[in-house]
């Protein structure tokens, strides 16, 4: 399976080449080979360990599926893995003309060739298939019978992924590094409001029934204010205890000694300001990100209200670098920053600006409601980083 003559090597677009389901075997070749690029610190086995402890989470062990591309003649279990990725089933929302449904959509993430079989054309033959797949891939029990959409975050530019239909959309971020000055801002140091939150609370505050109604409503009535579908991501409890299992499952196993990370996010009640984190564990020091997945909260009405927000944003930010800090984490990052969040990191950093990814975690959008009627246009609401697979 990972073995090749590689001067035997088959064209990119070989009738001979399909794009199947990877047998559980198979998965595991296809992980030993894109060790190489996303191990990060651990050894081949833990990697292996860790792939398989996310397929067991309930975001992903009944809709994670590991694709390869593969010569139709090989037998399984002989098969050459020419190229591979995974697809995860995921359940989102879409708001056209003032309805909002419940519909069933794909994430794409581990797209990777072998260093000696680049060149050849395999992973843009794996996409062409793959774009085609997954319209109804999984989607037996959606109303519609397909899918309207995929997602996925590329870390080789804008350009590659979009020649399949996955088009960039915005991807910015603000960070703030753990390390502050004495002395806090007005309103930021005497907010005794602001808390740590836990699992429990993450789930209680950031997943809880008004919030799901409260994005429905947002998006219905934004699909009437303006035309083209809007779509978003479900932002489910699963999502965040995906997350978690990585976090911890690297904290177990670099930091031993340690208790496992249980502080998930600040908040503050009065405020109804929260926010949900992940630590992410790399290779090289620079590489640790504490990453803010998801903020919620509620639109100020007035400039007091406004006010009240941004400075509950600053103090529960203060918090994320407190964290950030006490596991060596060389920053805190959160993607696409609304402008009361810019506002509310102008307070702690006054230089701090606004990146436009332009290599790295392009968010990027497959539509294909256009063939259902629903035009071809889009937004991609709630593009956080919750959504990352």
Not at 62 to 76: A, F, M, S
Request: with cysteine.
């Amino acid at each position: 399976m990972i073995a090749a003559d590689i001067t035997a090597l088959p064209a990119g677009d070989s009738p001979g080449l399909v794009l199947v389901p990877a047998t559980p075997a198979e998965r595991i070749a296809s992980i030993k080979l894109n060790s190489i690029a996303w191990k990060g610190p651990l050894d081949v086995e833990t990697y292996i360990a860790r792939e398989n402890h996310l397929f067991q989470q309930r975001l992903t062990r009944d809709g994670l599926t590991c694709w390869i591309l593969v010569d139709r003649t090989e037998p399984e279990g002989e098969r050459t893995i020419y190229s591979s990725c995974e697809s995860y089933r995921k359940k989102a929302l879409l708001a056209y003309d003032g309805k909002v449904e419940d519909v069933g959509t794909h994430g794409v993430g581990s797209v990777y060739c072998r260093p000696e079989f680049r060149g050849k054309g395999y992973a843009k033959r794996m996409l062409e298939e793959l774009s085609c797949k997954l319209d109804t891939w999984q989607m037996e029990k959606e109303s519609r019978g397909r899918s309207l959409f995929s997602v996925l975050f590329s870390d080789i530019g804008r350009s590659f992924y979009a020649q399949f239909g996955w088009r960039p959309f915005l991807s910015s971020h603000m960070s703030l590094l753990p390390n502050f000055k004495d002395g806090e801002p007005d309103g930021v140091a005497c907010d005794s409001e602001a808390r740590d939150l836990f699992a429990e609370d993450v789930q209680s505050r950031l997943c809880n029934d008004q919030v799901l109604t409260k994005l429905r409503e947002r998006m219905r009535v934004a699909s009437q204010q303006s035309p083209g579908a809007k779509i978003a991501i479900l932002p489910d409890f699963d999502h965040y205890v995906w997350h978690w299992a990585r976090e911890e499952f690297y904290a177990q196993k670099l930091f031993s000694q340690r208790d496992p990370p249980v502080i998930k996010g600040a908040g503050n009640d009065k405020a109804r300001v929260y926010c949900a984190w992940t630590r992410n564990f790399g290779e090289t020091p620079e590489d640790n990100v504490l990453y803010i997945l998801r903020w919620v909260y509620d639109d100020p009405t007035s400039p007091e209200q406004e006010q009240t927000t941004i400075h509950a944003m600053a103090a529960i930010l203060r918090r994320a670098q407190l964290q950030a800090r006490d596991w060596n984490m060389s920053k805190v990052e959160f993607w696409n920053p609304s402008p009361l969040l810019q506002k509310a990191v102008a307070l702690l950093d006054p230089v701090a600006q606004v990146v436009h990814r332009e290599k790295s975690s392009i968010s990027s959008l497959r539509w294909t409601g256009a063939e259902q009627g629903l035009g071809k246009d889009v937004e991609w609401l709630l593009n956080e980083k919750y959504t990352w697979c």
